[in-house]
């Protein structure tokens, strides 16, 4: 039988994860919350930058219709990408400029 063992990051999350209050206790908003708090401290990111993410998040999720996130691979790497509407529908791009995220 072979022993998977996770990323010491995947380990840090499940044992805070672990103990009471757990993440259903919360409701959906105090647990994305708690779940953004715990990455953060893990991964030595500031207050700033979960603030944007859950500022981000909140927007898409106030997008008129469905939105699906998606990352596609281009030439120059990676990029994040907000789709909605008919998939049968003709395509329109949408880029935001001078620093803006495509929900601004």
């Keep these: ?3 998977h063992t996770p990323e010491p990051t995947a380990q840090e999350i499940a044992a805070a994860t672990s103990k009471p209050p757990f993440r259903h206790e919360h409701g959906p908003d105090g647990a994305r919350k708690a779940l953004d708090d ?3 401290a893990l991964l ?3 207050d700033r930058a ?5 500022a981000y998040q909140q927007a898409v ?3 008129p219709v469905p939105v699906a996130l998606q990352r596609v691979t281009t030439g120059y790497g990676m990029t994040h ?3 909605c509407g008919p ?3 003709p395509a329109a ?3 935001p400029g001078a620093g803006a995220t495509a929900v601004a």
């Design 1 to 3: 039988m072979i022993r």
């Design 38 to 40: 715990i990455q953060a």
């Design 44 to 46: 030595g990111i500031g």
């Design 50 to 54: 979960v603030a944007f993410a859950r």
């Design 61 to 63: 999720d106030r997008w």
């Design 81 to 83: 990408v907000l789709a």
């Design 87 to 89: 998939p049968d529908a």
């Design 93 to 95: 791009l949408l880029l």
